[in-house]
């Protein structure tokens, strides 16, 4: 039976979450797979369309500390660290979807000034798609843990008003959207 892990909110904490995930298994550890549950679009309060922010302004966290930031060698390994590094940093994703129109080489060489904040919501977009997890663009409206199956049901209504559910091992909440 395949482990499964729900992820409530598609910005940075379940990017990270995806992304390491990937990284674990393209490195031969066995993880859950990964259904990251976004009601807008990944990184929707740093992309200028949800009202959080313009998109416009200047990322107050340094883009080094990405989503594989630290690098622990320690904990996953070597392979894990170079993985998140090559597939899931921000160097990784300005060289490889450049930034605001502009080359990496070019936002190195200009001082690294902050990225938007659109530029951030496009980067944790390319992460997770990058990752595989599988996206649910729907709004989770219920957690109940069933304790005779040991297993979280959770259940979310889609953009057309589709009611569903299904069982995970576990549940991720992240961000402040998620009411029920």
């Not at 992820?7 to 259904?35: C, E, F, M």
């Not at 807008?40 to 922010?53: E, K, L, N, R």
């Not at 595989?132 to 109940?144: H, I, R, S, T």
């Not at 049901?153 to 995970?168: K, L, M, N, P, T």
């Amino acid at each position: 039976m395949t482990r499964r892990l729900a992820v409530v909110g598609g910005g940075p904490k379940g990017a990270a979450i995806a992304s390491k995930a990937a990284a674990l298994r393209r490195a031969g550890h066995s993880v859950p797979d990964v259904v990251v549950f976004e009601q807008d679009q990944p990184g929707s309060a740093w992309s200028g369309h949800s009202g959080y922010t313009d998109g416009l302004q200047p990322l107050c966290t340094l883009a080094e500390r990405d989503l594989g930031f630290p690098y622990d060698r320690d904990t996953f390994g070597t392979d894990v660290a170079h993985t998140m590094l090559a597939d899931f940093s921000w160097p990784a994703f300005a060289v490889r979807d450049g930034l605001d129109h502009a080359q990496y080489e070019q936002w190195v060489l200009l001082g690294r000034n902050p990225p938007a904040h659109a530029d951030f919501a496009n980067y944790l977009a390319a992460a997770l798609r990058n990752s595989g997890a599988q996206l649910v663009q729907a709004q989770v409206e219920a957690l109940d843990f069933d304790a005779a199956n040991r297993q979280w049901r959770v259940s979310w209504v889609d953009a057309s008003g589709h009611r569903s559910d299904d069982f995970f091992e576990g549940v991720v909440v992240t961000g402040s959207r998620f009411r029920c």
